[in-house]
């Protein structure tokens, strides 16, 4: 054995960590995960409207990555959602 196997990096113990956190909480991952997205969705929705509000110019491709992001960041949500019951349920 040269070591090599024996070695973890950073990235392979925080695939673990992020790994016990997703199994143990998935509201809490989910949860985090959707609220970022959605906040970031938020944003860049400001900024298209604010945008047309001034220009009278749509920006299609920053209103579609809005709305992916806040469509992506709600089903994070209901992800975590239904994941924690299927854990309560598992457990009795």
Known sequence: MTGVENRK????RLLGVVGVILEERPLLFFGVCGVILIIVGFALGIRVVDYLAENEILLTGTSLLAALLLGVGV???????????????GGD
Do not use: H, Y
Request: net charge positive; aromatic share 10%.
């Open 9 to 12: 990096g950073i990235g392979s």
């Open 75 to 89: 089903f994070s949500i209901f992800t975590g959602i239904i994941l924690r019951t299927l854990l309560k349920r």
